[in-house]
């Protein structure tokens, strides 16, 4: 019995640890300046901060606590929290997660590795390049996680056709992976579809009545800047890894073999097409007026309501504990706004700098995004929106700018496991490990930052007065 709770400790430690400090804290003088409902939700912030980095609990568990928390800590009534839990960036993200299903369901995975082929040949550079592209492309409207799950095993069994020896196509598969991986996380700030954090900070500029950004503005901002980057990014990945094969003839045919008997497109899959245009137009055009949030959901009913999917697969498919963390996300920013723990977070940071980020503006983005790669690749990357979100809109400048930046650099998890959804995919197959995400990584988050200031400096401002 001893040795059971023995180990449940040092299993919980983090925990343990995180609980006895926050009661320390709850129970100590506030600082001057700040609410006790906005101290409260700091040190809500700090458990959550502590349990996501640790990986303590299961994350859908921490969102749990997030709700328990805030009405425990008295920082809002029940309903309020409840309210915070279910917003149209909830919608948008539940959506997508089952739209992702209805469409893998049609068996286009299949079909758009036919297309990669075909349009790249059997060179490894142009295989990658094709990868890359099509990652980035397909990322930036689905989800880094559905488009680096489908593209995983082709590229797993394109290796493997090469040669059984894993030494010998060890750096052929890292860089087949990183293409998919950094192409999609390259992606992922393109729309508000590409990441949950897109819509989480769409929703922190609407309800912190700052602006309303349609799905068409957010491309405006952030499509030029991903197209940009990618034949830079990709020029830097085909240099980083030196695979002794040029040229995967044996080994395409093979993979060509496999998944070529596929035939015509039929009426399901030319209908599955259709309705993602037609979700993706609609995204564009109407969602300022409706929502991207209903649109999503208007697009699941038309899958159900044509059979293109059933309930029960998209039930069992979708990981309703990402839609769960990302709604205790989206209420935990919420709280510390609406309790002035961010002002009052943002307020003390900005006196560590006193008048030099007033005298230097470029400082001000470059801070914002360098901090912000960083929290990334400890913690998740919407999570990391939901906590640095609220605090750096106030931080001086143009608060829908700066807005902006923490939302596409926290796509910025290059070097670490934990950065991306895509990273910890492509992890998950051992060939590459933590070293290799740095010793690349590092190269692709200082490449990204550059181009990323560049804009907010010359290319966002223009666009700011524009719309």
């Given amino acids: 019995m001893l040795r059971a709770f023995l180990y449940w400790v040092s299993q919980k430690r983090w925990l343990l640890i995180a609980a006895v400090i926050a009661t320390i804290f709850y129970h100590s003088p506030y600082p001057d300046?700040?609410?006790?409902?906005?101290?409260?939700?700091?040190?809500l912030m700090f458990i959550v901060v502590v349990l996501i980095v640790s990986e303590a609990v299961p994350l859908p568990a921490i969102a749990l606590l997030i709700a328990v928390l805030q009405v425990v800590f008295a920082i809002a009534e029940p309903s309020e929290v409840a309210q915070s839990y279910m917003s149209d960036s909830v919608f948008f993200i539940m959506g997508s997660l089952m739209l992702a299903v209805a469409i893998v369901r049609q068996g286009l995975d299949a079909r758009l590795t036919l297309i990669i082929l075909s349009l790249t040949g059997n060179g490894v550079k142009a295989i990658m390049w094709g990868f890359f592209l099509i990652s980035m492309l397909l990322t930036s409207f689905m989800g880094e996680?559905?488009?680096v799950a489908m593209l995983l095993p082709v590229v797993l069994t394109l290796v493997r056709y090469t040669s059984d020896d894993a030494d010998e196509v060890k750096e052929l598969g890292k860089l087949f992976l990183f293409a998919i991986a950094y192409g999609s996380i390259l992606g992922s700030f393109g729309t508000p579809s590409g990441g949950a954090r897109n819509?989480?900070?769409?929703?922190y500029l609407s309800d912190f009545g700052l602006a309303k950004i349609s799905y068409a503005a957010w491309m405006a901002y952030t499509y030029p800047l991903m197209l940009v980057m990618a034949p830079f990014a990709g020029f830097m990945l085909s240099r980083s890894f030196k695979p002794s094969q040029v040229r995967l003839d044996s080994a395409v045919e093979k993979l060509r073999a496999q998944v070529g008997d596929t035939g015509k497109l039929n009426g399901q899959q030319m209908l599955s097409i259709f309705f993602f245009v037609l979700i993706f137009l609609a995204w564009i055009f109407m969602s300022d007026r409706i929502g991207i949030g209903i649109i999503a959901l208007a697009g699941v009913f038309l899958y159900l309501a044509a059979g293109l999917v059933e309930w029960?697969?998209?039930n069992s498919r979708t990981n309703w504990g990402v839609v769960l963390l990302y709604a205790g996300?989206?209420?935990l920013g919420l709280q510390l706004k609406n309790t002035g723990a961010a002002l009052w977070l943002t307020t003390h940071l900005l006196s560590v700098f006193g008048t030099l980020l007033d005298q230097v503006e470029a400082l001000?983005?470059?801070l914002v995004g360098v901090l912000t790669t960083v929290v990334v690749n400890i913690m998740?990357?919407?999570?990391?929106v939901a906590v640095l979100g609220p605090i750096f809109i106030n931080f001086g400048g143009d608060p829908v700018l700066l807005g902006m930046e923490t939302a596409v650099a926290s796509a910025f998890g290059f070097m670490t496991v934990v950065g991306s959804a895509a990273g910890m995919i492509i992890a998950?197959?051992?060939i590459i490990g933590s070293k290799d995400f740095l010793r690349v990584g590092i190269k692709f988050t200082i490449l990204a930052n550059v181009l990323l200031i560049l804009a907010i400096m010359f290319y966002w401002p223009f666009l700011r007065s524009a719309l």
């Fill in 145 to 147: 996680h559905t488009i």
């Fill in 364 to 366: 001000r983005y470059v």
């Fill in 312 to 314: 029960q697969e998209i």
């Fill in 33 to 43: 300046g700040i609410s006790a409902a906005g101290y409260r939700s700091i040190i």
């Fill in 329 to 331: 996300a989206i209420s």
């Fill in 428 to 430: 998950s197959t051992g």
């Fill in 380 to 384: 998740s990357p919407s999570a990391s």
């Fill in 199 to 203: 819509a989480i900070m769409i929703e």
